[in-house]
């Protein structure tokens, strides 16, 4: 690993890629820019946000207009893509990472394409791209053009989704199981979570079928070479997954619809318990206050004794309330 400090302002990596096929070469830290077009071929930039130099580096690159420029600098949350002047530039979803794990946080991959570069930012690591470069230090002859590279990302982001729809069911999973069983539990709380996670995958995932769509129905000398038929390809990928996700979200809405049914059904039992107890300690409510209140000549006032016979009533007051739940099948 290079520890050098890196000559270009916010480097995490640059790749060269010869103009007749072959080896793509890394460079070290310690590269000036203008080795990125030493030698003809075409170069992969990315750069971290995090350093506030970035956007007087991009001012310097060649080929990149204002537009572009301000893609690849925006802190903009949602995706885009735009198709003009041979060049292809915007934002991606993806899914962040941290040191030690991957996480199903969202990140955003802003990019820039042309014949002769692809240079990619962004302000937190980001799974899918780092699995791009891991597959591109495998395969270094892969690659023959930015397109090429553009489409890995998207396969890599397809992955992703992927890995966490499997994740999500897995969830699910154990949350029907406890849905399911005899007694009743609230997994509300744990099912909130997976539903938002899988809203928001959705949501940006429908956006970005939409702009690769529309970028693709762009005129042939607005868009770079091979880039319709690299759109078709990652099109029918992204279809497939979002009918998966489209899947999960929907088996997490009846979940959670199951879930409010069984705890109505809990309420409602509790509320029938309540309703039985109060009809049964209406009637000795009544005996008792009928012999506490303060009249005369009522039974057993005048001499010792009548206890038994007010526990008496309340007994047989308890029967007959039962004998009439019973008799118009409450009970």
Known sequence: ?????????????????PPEGGKAIRLPNSAPQAELTNGGGFYWLHLNLADARVPGLLDSIEGLNDDAK???????????????EQMLYGTLVDCQREFDHETADLGWLHFAISDRFIITTRLQPLRSIERARALLEKNPAKFERPVDLFEILVIEFQRTLISIVMEMT??????????????????????APVRRTVVRLHRHLRTVL????????SHDDEMPFGFD?????????????DHDIYALQDRARLLHEEIDSKL??????????LSIMTAFLLPPTLVTGFFGMNTTNLPFAEGSGGTEYAVALIIASILLAWWLLKRVRIL
């Open 1 to 17: 690993m290079d520890t050098l400090p890196a000559n270009i302002p916010g480097l995490v990596w640059a790749y060269r890629f």
């Open 264 to 273: 109505s059904s809990e309420t409602n039992r509790h509320l029938y318990i």
């Open 210 to 217: 939409a702009l690769m769509r529309r970028a693709a129905a």
């Open 170 to 191: 897995d969830e699910l999973n154990v949350i029907e199981d406890f849905v399911y069983d005899n007694s009743p539990r609230d997994e509300r709380r744990r099912l």
């Open 70 to 84: 301000a893609a690849l600098i925006t802190r903009d949350t949602h995706a885009a893509m735009t198709v003009d």
């Open 229 to 241: 038929d690299v759109a078709a390809r990652l099109t029918s990928r992204l279809e497939t997954v």
